[in-house]
């Protein structure tokens, strides 16, 4: 059962709220200052806090940053009266999960609490997924803030929670393999084989092979009994890398193991259960694939029951400089070469660039920067040196105008948790003109909402 704090210096409102709230199943306490709500915060877990914006003489902000210091899971929600819609703002600039304008209706209230519930959840299960990762395998280049990677996580998570099929679609370079095997360690399936195959790199008379295994004598060559990769991945996760690469008479194959859970050998008269979770990955459209008869309808739909897209590196710049010093940290690590930090002016040009090789075109550029150069930092000489369209690091006014034009509705958007209204106020504007700016930017609010 969650437990909700609410903050006010009204005896009144915290009677009705606190019947309200015990009413829709949770635990409720009450605090009419600072000093009891930062109490109640250090000796019990609260998952959600309702703040009062003006406590009397005391500001509501200041507490919210005391109890955020103290309990930074807990989820705040802040109850404001019209006049001070900029205080309730500035609190969701500084963390809370949104604002409440009194009078409120009851069940919008219950909505939001719901909701600020659910990030909270999400975020946990996130953070939780994180520390696995590095844990088990370092992988610590999972790396950014922006809107785009927290909801992959978001969605990742939810999915290591499942034992379904899952499809990752991604460009070349935006690290599908990488979420697989975080998809893996925060499963049940950790502990088991995680074993990947390239359907691009193995010659078809050989994949069958691969992935089933052959029993001696099944075929010129075959001098020994061998299992093949599926059995090898035992109870873990098995990993199709571009899946859509894979041949039509395989791809035959493929389906009925995904329906009957068994297949044979080459050669072997033993049934082999297929005990290991799919999944598949591919950077190509596999729905037009399936419209010109490249890929089977029904694999694609065995393999498409959760879906994951990667955001490109070029959707989600406001990671760039992250993910530059983390590459950077890095190589220098590997090199010992003693290169500190990337110039402002090399930074511009890495922001600017349009990245067609997304994250892995990205570590490259850094590693040449770093070869390259001959000081503690690195110059804007040394960054993109042979890509002619990166020559200035300084973009036409109109791209430049696009650029910003799009992070600042990835700011509001992210501020106002999707909604569409409260984004519209923040921006200034109305809201068919933030709906045509969104259309024209490829962002949609519903990425943007908890859950």
Same mark, same amino acid.
């Given at each position: 059962?969650?437990?909700?704090?609410?903050?006010?210096?009204?005896?009144?409102?915290?009677?009705?709220?606190?019947?309200?709230?015990?009413?829709?199943?949770?635990?409720?306490?009450?605090?009419?200052?600072?000093?009891?709500?930062?109490?109640?915060?250090?000796?019990?877990?609260? *998952?959600?806090?309702?703040?009062?914006?003006?406590?009397?003489?005391?500001?509501?902000?200041?507490?919210?940053?005391?109890?955020?210091?103290?309990?930074?899971?807990?989820?705040?929600?802040?109850?404001?009266?019209?006049?001070?819609?900029?205080?309730?703002?500035?609190?969701?600039?500084?963390?809370?999960?949104?604002?409440?304008?009194?009078?409120?209706?009851?069940?919008?209230?219950?909505?939001?609490?719901?909701?600020?519930?659910?990030?909270?959840?999400?975020?946990?299960?996130?953070?939780?997924?994180?520390?696995?990762?590095?844990?088990?395998?370092?992988?610590?280049?999972?790396?950014?803030?922006?809107?785009?990677?927290?909801?992959?996580?978001?969605?990742?998570?939810?999915?290591?929670?499942?034992?379904?099929?899952?499809?990752?679609?991604?460009?070349?370079?935006?690290?599908?393999?990488?979420?697989?095997?975080?998809?893996?360690?925060?499963?049940? +399936?950790?502990? *088991?084989?995680?074993?990947?195959?390239?359907?691009?790199?193995?010659?078809?008379?050989?994949?069958?092979?691969?992935?089933?295994?052959?029993?001696?004598?099944?075929?010129?060559?075959?001098?020994?009994?061998?299992?093949?990769?599926?059995?090898?991945?035992?109870?873990?996760?098995?990993?199709?890398?571009?899946? *859509?690469?894979?041949?039509?008479?395989?791809?035959?194959?493929?389906?009925?193991?995904?329906?009957?859970?068994?297949?044979?050998?080459?050669?072997?008269?033993?049934?082999?259960?297929?005990?290991?979770?799919?999944?598949?990955?591919?950077?190509?459209?596999?729905?037009?694939?399936?419209?010109?008869?490249?890929?089977?309808?029904?694999?694609?739909?065995?393999?498409?029951?959760?879906?994951?897209?990667?955001?490109?590196?070029?959707?989600?710049?406001?990671?760039?400089?992250?993910?530059?010093?983390?590459?950077?940290?890095?190589?220098?690590?590997?090199?010992?070469?003693?290169?500190?930090?990337?110039?402002?002016?090399?930074?511009?040009?890495?922001?600017?660039?349009?990245?067609?090789?997304?994250?892995?075109?990205?570590?490259?550029?850094?590693?040449?920067?770093?070869?390259?150069?001959?000081?503690?930092?690195?110059?804007?000489?040394?960054?993109?040196?042979?890509?002619?369209?990166?020559?200035?690091?300084?973009?036409?006014? +109109?791209?430049?105008?696009?650029?910003?034009?799009?992070?600042?509705?990835?700011?509001?958007?992210?501020? *106002?948790?999707?909604?569409?209204?409260?984004?519209?106020?923040?921006?200034?504007?109305?809201?068919?003109?933030?709906?045509?700016?969104?259309?024209?930017?490829?962002?949609?609010?519903?990425?943007?909402?908890?859950?």
């Amino acid at each position: 059962m969650a437990h909700i704090l609410v903050v006010d210096d009204d005896p009144n409102i915290l009677r009705v709220l606190k019947m309200r709230l015990a009413s829709g199943g949770y635990q409720v306490s009450t605090a009419t200052d600072s000093a009891a709500a930062l109490h109640q915060i250090r000796s019990t877990e609260v *998952s959600l806090a309702l703040l009062d914006l003006k406590l009397g003489r005391e500001d509501g902000l200041t507490l919210m940053h005391d109890l955020l210091e103290v309990s930074p899971q807990t989820a705040v929600i802040i109850l404001t009266a019209f006049g001070s819609i900029a205080g309730a703002v500035e609190a969701m600039k500084l963390g809370a999960f949104s604002y409440l304008t009194k009078p409120f209706d009851g069940q919008a209230l219950l909505v939001q609490i719901r909701n600020a519930l659910e990030q909270r959840r999400l975020a946990g299960q996130v953070h939780r997924l994180q520390g696995l990762v590095g844990e088990r395998l370092g992988l610590e280049n999972i790396v950014g803030h922006s809107p785009a990677i927290k909801l992959v996580l978001a969605q990742v998570a939810q999915a290591a929670q499942s034992d379904a099929n899952v499809y990752i679609e991604g460009a070349s370079g935006t690290g599908k393999e990488l979420i697989a095997k975080t998809l893996h360690v925060g499963s049940r +399936r950790r502990s *088991s084989p995680f074993v990947a195959v390239n359907c691009a790199a193995i010659p078809e008379n050989l994949l069958e092979s691969e992935l089933f295994g052959h029993e001696k004598g099944a075929f010129t060559g075959a001098d020994r009994q061998r299992p093949g990769l599926l059995a090898e991945a035992g109870g873990g996760t098995f990993f199709f890398d571009e899946i *859509s690469e894979m041949p039509i008479t395989m791809q035959a194959k493929l389906l009925r193991v995904l329906e009957e859970r068994e297949f044979y050998p080459v050669g072997g008269r033993s049934v082999v259960r297929l005990e290991a979770r799919l999944v598949a990955a591919t950077n190509r459209n596999l729905m037009e694939a399936v419209a010109q008869g490249r890929f089977r309808e029904d694999l694609f739909y065995r393999i498409h029951v959760i879906p994951i897209r990667l955001p490109t590196l070029a959707e989600r710049r406001e990671d760039i400089p992250l993910l530059a010093r983390h590459f950077l940290a890095k190589i220098v690590r590997e090199t010992g070469k003693p290169v500190a930090d990337i110039s402002p002016e090399a930074m511009q040009k890495l922001m600017v660039y349009t990245w067609p090789g997304n994250i892995r075109e990205l570590e490259n550029v850094i590693e040449c920067a770093v070869t390259l150069s001959d000081g503690p930092v690195i110059e804007a000489p040394n960054v993109l040196r042979d890509r002619p369209n990166a020559a200035t690091g300084l973009p036409p006014f +109109r791209d430049a105008k696009g650029i910003f034009e799009r992070q600042y509705l990835q700011q509001v958007l992210e501020l *106002s948790k999707g909604n569409v209204t409260q984004a519209a106020q923040l921006a200034g504007k109305y809201r068919a003109d933030l709906y045509a700016l969104l259309r024209k930017y490829g962002l949609n609010p519903d990425d943007y909402r908890p859950g």
